[in-house]
């Protein structure tokens, strides 16, 4: 059974890099089939999409976020990371990580981990 | 960028009773690529439904999805009290590009 794990600080400061890291097991992220993707969530509020990383290493990163977001791989390790740049409290959510088939949809999720921003 | 509109924001109903949720779409979603998720308190989504009707693993066949172009439904047709929880839409149309819908969640009435 596929299962993803978020870890990382729970507390970032304002205009420093948010940082989290999702840990696969039950299966490969080096898969051809799947891509990987983290969502967030702020407390109360809808879900946003942030960007997906592909098998080569490839991304795709939600416009509005761009600028600001690095989403990487450790096939070594069979993890993938987020780094989010210049937080400020529009930032604070519940980052989730998941399995996106081909791309689309979202077919297993981590459980999520708390992020808040402030000093 | 494909803004997805859900409706109701809050649906109250009884356990039995039949839900109807509407997700409208800004631009005719591609080929039907929509999904449905699940969000319980304090839990991650779970997929209900892909390809705006197709149900994932492992879920009961009460929840159906339907429809096409901008006008999307997520039907439950009795609700059970496991039922009762947030549902949003996510389209994949314009894929690497994904959006989700605002959310309706459905409470007891």
């Known amino acids: 059974q596929l299962q993803l794990q978020e870890s990382g600080p729970g507390l970032v400061k304002p205009s420093e890099t948010l940082s989290l890291t999702c840990t696969v097991s039950g299966g490969s992220i080096s898969s051809t089939s799947h891509f990987w993707g983290w969502i967030r969530q702020p407390p109360g509020k809808g879900l946003e999409w942030i960007g997906n990383i592909f098998n080569s290493g490839s991304t795709y990163y939600n416009p509005s976020l761009k600028s600001r977001v690095t989403i990487s791989d450790d096939r070594s390790k069979n993890q993938f990371s987020l780094k989010l740049s210049s937080v400020t409290a529009a930032d604070t959510a519940v980052y989730y990580c998941a399995r996106v088939w081909f791309g689309s949809y979202f077919d297993y999720w981590g459980q999520g981990t708390l992020v808040t921003v402030s000093s | 960028e494909i803004v997805l509109t859900q409706s109701p924001g809050i649906l109250s109903l009884s356990p039995g009773e039949r839900a109807t949720l509407s997700c409208r779409a800004s631009?005719?979603?591609?080929?039907?690529?929509l999904a449905w998720y699940q969000q319980k308190p304090g839990q991650a989504p779970r997929l209900l439904i892909y390809?705006?009707?197709t149900r994932a693993t492992g879920i009961p066949d009460r929840f159906s999805g339907s429809g096409s172009g901008t006008d999307f439904t997520l039907t439950i047709s009795r609700l059970e009290p496991e039922d009762f929880a947030v549902y949003f839409c996510?389209?994949?149309?314009?894929?690497?590009?994904?959006?989700f819908g605002g959310g309706t969640k459905v409470e007891i009435k």
């Open positions: 996510q389209q994949y149309g314009s894929a690497p590009a994904l959006t």
């Open positions: 631009q005719s979603v591609y080929d039907r690529y």
């Open positions: 390809g705006a009707s």
